[in-house]
Each structure stands twice: as structure tokens, then as C-alpha cells.
């Protein structure tokens, strides 16, 4: 049975507590405190409109380790071609409002509800929250959204409407992950388009011990440049 939370304190139990499924709390709201304090502790909200807010830590998780993001040698010519270009935290509230139109196939309609891209633009203001975005022609056509909390960087989604936008937002996360020496950047559940670009499936466990490393270093707040 998942953990009730309520909105007196920002108590989470354990993630080893976490379900099969990796659900381990029900409740809560998104104030920032609560959503910093969630990350820290190796979880995050996903939800649907009509439930209440559910809060997860999956074992195994999903991450990128920086030495192992692969791209294809198509990829590398359009971004050595510098067809797209990449900015940070010029547009995020537009960013995360491509990633909700995302039609997903597993998906009815979008977990990026009102609630949650308020949230997110208050930890953007914050200077927790960051966008990758990707032009073509000055039109945003992809980009990507997350949370930075010391060495660490948690995905939250990605969108794309030209083809390989997104992978090029990705590209260039990596190699900011790489400038600043981050220590993982975590894409939360499995998917095997991340798998085909490197990502890898680890224990809890581990994750958590990456994790506490990273928490050690200072978080790299403000606004975010190439």
C-alpha cells in the first residue's frame, strides 16, 4: 500500500518502500519545497488528471551515464551541419507546453497537466528548472525540460516537431552534463528509443548512491547556457 502524504509537512518514507511498480506515495501537493525535497530523495510525481498526485522511485531506474550517450553517424552529420539551433532557458514555459501536446501511444492524454507546468515554471524561476530548446528557421521545433539538483539532472520530457529535434536537445544536454562534470542524468522509467542512445537500466540501490554523490556539489542554479 502506498504512503498517504498531506500537505502539513514534506515527509516521503524510504524508496525501498516503493511498490512493485515503483509507486510509493499518494497525496501531497507540488509546492517547490516538496518537489526539491522528492528529487533529492530519488523520486518524482506522475500522475493523470483524474487521480490524486502519485509519487514514484522504480527500481530498476533509468539513467545516462555522460561516456556512454550514443548517437548515430546521421545525427552527428545534421548537428555537425548546425541545421538546428540550440539555446537554454530562453523559452522553457513554451518547452514544457510542447511536451503536454505530445500524443503519446501509451497515453491518454497528457500527465503535464496545468498543475504541473506551474509548478515546473515556479522551479524554473527558482533556477532549478532548465530547457534545452531547438530552432529551426527561429521556429522552436524541440527541446527537452528538467530538474538540476547538484551533479545530477532529472528529465522530465522531451518533445519534437521536426525529425531528430529532440535527440539534438539531447546531445547538447549531454555535452553541458559533460562541461560541468554531472554525474548522471536521470531518465526515470525504460524506454528502448533512450536504451538505443545509451541509456541503462540500474538498481535503486545504485541509483541512490549516485545520487548522494552528486547532492554533495553545489547546484548549478540560474539561468543555463551553452
Known sequence: ?????????????????????????????????????????????????????LWWSPNPRMIFFNDDFHISRTL???????????????CFQDVIQQCANVNRKEEDGTWI???????YAQLHQLGYAHSVEVFENQQL???????????AFFGESMFHLQSDASKVALFHLVEFSKKHNFLMIDAQMNTQHLQRMGAKDISRDEYLLILHRSLKSKTLRGKWML
Open 76 to 90: 552527428q552529420r545534421k548537428i555537425n551541419s548546425r541545421h538546428f539551433q540550440v539555446k537554454m532557458d530562453t
Open 1 to 53: 500500500m502506498p504512503y498517504w502524504l498531506n500537505n502539513s509537512d514534506f515527509h516521503f518514507p524510504p524508496p525501498y518502500l516503493s511498490d512493485d511498480d515503483g509507486l510509493l506515495a499518494v497525496g501531497g501537493d507540488l509546492n517547490p519545497i516538496r518537489l526539491l525535497k522528492a528529487y533529492a530523495s530519488g523520486i518524482f510525481p506522475w500522475y493523470s488528471p483524474d487521480s490524486e498526485i
Open 113 to 119: 497537466i496545468p498543475e504541473m507546468q506551474q509548478a
Open 141 to 151: 521545433v524541440g527541446g527537452l525540460y528538467g530538474i538540476s539538483l547538484g551533479k
